[in-house]
């Protein structure tokens, strides 16, 4: 009903913070494909090379330094969970 109060349809502040939202979706997975472009290339440097893809100690560097990096409102285990999926898949 469009002349409902409650109908959050024709909310401009509400349909001007969804833009946002959406806009910033579209920069979270346009990062995420960069970064699987990027993780896709040292993979294949590495395999020319014989040396091992995956790196405890640099996985453990960047989970802290990114810790360190984070200023919130995302917490340290919602940071934990994240990242933990974006590693999950760029090791696939």
């Known amino acids: 009903m469009p002349n409902d109060p409650t109908s959050t349809a024709d909310d401009v502040a509400i349909r001007q913070m969804r833009d946002q939202i959406i806009d910033n979706d579209l920069k979270l997975i346009q ?3 960069q970064r699987l472009t990027l993780v896709a290339r040292l ?3 590495k395999h020319e090379r014989g040396l091992e893809f995956v ?3 640099r996985e453990e560097w960047m ?20 990242y933990g999926h974006v590693l999950e898949m760029t090791k696939r």
């Open 31 to 33: 990062a995420i494909n």
């Open 43 to 45: 993979r294949a440097y």
């Open 55 to 57: 790196d405890p100690s």
């Open 63 to 82: 989970h802290r330094y990114l810790q360190g990096a984070n200023g919130g409102p995302l917490s340290e285990k919602g940071l934990t969970e994240i």
